[in-house]
């Protein structure tokens, strides 16, 4: 199926976080703030005092900590433009998957720098200044105290890019709530298509209940995904979904809920790059690359939902 891409002219665009007064940006990153106090940023509701040091499940304590920010030229074409996506890479993650490619980063803090929000504000607006086509936020749940902070101060220094929301499909509801406005571009992994799935290769046991809540408000926000001016996303929702060896990550079912429940034209990237990473190779059959034939099998699925595959 052909679809039309929307576009709008660079020179109309505003960022979401631009419709917002400062005192409504401030007044939702107090929310956040308030939040750390008792943790339920995410699903996983630790109740740790976080701005006492104490760590959630996630790891993350009462610091920022970031591990690299640049332009970022591997990303979806859709965020790439001469000058890369403006990536901002966080420390530590609600999910903790076996297999998670990017484990170093991760699962510690050691590998990372810790910053300030104001430190924060100054790297999205130096990414603007290298000419970034946006501000892509890597793993960001749990510091969304914090990134919202810096949206607004950066929002006040002059920062006028789309803000892309780069996760892992666990998110509250509650904070996507909280997030609206700040955000441009929801760019969410879709793992596994079963709670029990997910429950044996991540730390969760409701990742897909979660991601269907977390999906449906994100769409709410911002809706199909929107191009502007050379192709680069503007606007809106895009899936991620990472096939697996043996089908573990259930792209039929993935497929049909998207074209059903969140949009028949919803933008997804189906990934082929699977490989076994971190712990992996305890957990066959974790332990292979996917065939060509896996991967055209899951392509194949999304195709045939009709969904807008990038």
């Not at 679809?3 to 917002?20: I, V």
């Not at 703030?33 to 509701?45: E, G």
């Not at 899936?239 to 697996?244: E, K, Q, S």
Request: glycine fraction near 10%; aromatic fraction near 8%.
């Amino acid at each position: 199926m052909f679809f039309r891409e929307k576009r709008e002219p660079g020179k109309d665009f505003t960022a979401a976080y631009l419709k917002m007064s400062p005192e409504e940006r401030r007044e939702r990153s107090e929310n956040f703030y308030q939040t750390l106090k008792k943790c339920t940023i995410c699903p996983r509701n630790c109740r740790v005092n976080r701005l006492e040091g104490v760590t959630g499940q996630c790891l993350a304590g009462s610091e920022l900590v970031i591990s690299s920010a640049g332009p970022h030229f591997g990303e979806e074409r859709e965020l790439v433009g001469p000058g890369g996506s403006g990536t901002i890479f966080f420390i530590n993650c609600n999910l903790q998957c076996v297999f998670c490619q990017n484990w170093t980063i991760s699962t510690g803090a050691e590998y990372g720098d810790s910053i300030t929000v104001e430190q924060l504000a100054g790297l999205m607006l130096s990414l603007q200044n290298r000419g970034c086509s946006n501000i892509n936020l890597v793993s960001p749940t749990p510091y969304l105290c914090q990134i919202t902070a810096a949206i607004d101060q950066a929002a006040g220094q002059g920062l006028r890019l789309p803000v892309v929301y780069n996760c892992g499909g666990y998110e509250s509801v509650e904070s996507l709530r909280l997030l609206e406005g700040f955000i441009d571009i929801y760019m969410p992994d879709a793992k596994f298509a079963s709670d029990a799935t997910g429950a044996r290769f991540t730390a969760v046991d409701d990742y897909f209940t979660r991601l269907r809540e977390g999906l449906k408000e994100m769409q709410r926000q911002v809706g199909d995904l929107e191009i502007g001016p050379g192709s680069i996303a503007r606007r809106g929702l895009l899936v991620r979904h990472l096939v697996m060896p043996e089908d573990l990550s259930g792209s039929e079912k993935i497929a049909k809920f998207l074209s059903e429940e969140i949009s028949p034209r919803c933008a997804v990237n189906v990934m082929a790059q699977y490989y076994p990473a971190h712990r992996a190779g305890e957990y066959p059959p974790l332990d292979r690359r996917i065939t060509s034939a896996e991967f055209t099998a899951a392509r194949e699925a999304f195709k045939n939902a009709g969904l807008r595959l990038l």
